[in-house]
């Protein structure tokens, strides 16, 4: 399955990992979220609700494109730049293109939305 995000006028997609917090990630679609730099390596936004992460690993080591759930603030990071090992952070989905889109100098507002 594939997500898109909407940034202006742009449409960038993700696809999507099968997984227990996918799934609960997925069930909060259509959302409309403000992303803001975090760390010169990824942008972040909060969610509505925590996700479950049940049967998942403890941890993860994401990359440039990985988007991920970071359970202890139960926020949502996409990464535009590989990062270390982080206790508690689930892989989501993978964006397909435009990654630098995601290396941003101010808050901007995204739609997210599973596609058909």
């Not at 594939?2 to 609960?24: E, G, M, Q, R």
């Not at 403890?58 to 949502?76: H, V």
């Not at 535009?80 to 090992?85: E, G």
């Amino acid at each position: 399955m594939k997500i898109k995000f909407t940034i202006n006028d742009k449409i960038v997609t993700a696809t999507l990992i099968d997984s227990v917090t996918t799934h609960d990630f997925i069930a909060l679609l259509p959302l409309n979220i403000t992303l803001k730099e975090y760390a010169g390596t990824e942008a972040v936004a909060d969610l509505p609700k925590k996700l479950s992460t049940n049967g998942m690993p403890s941890g993860y080591k994401p990359s440039k494109g990985d988007i991920t759930y970071y359970a202890p603030w139960g926020n949502l990071a996409i990464f535009h730049k590989d990062f270390n090992y982080s206790h508690g952070l689930v892989l989501i989905a993978k964006l397909d293109a435009d990654i630098d889109l995601f290396n941003l100098s101010q808050p901007i507002k995204v739609t997210i939305e599973l596609m058909p």
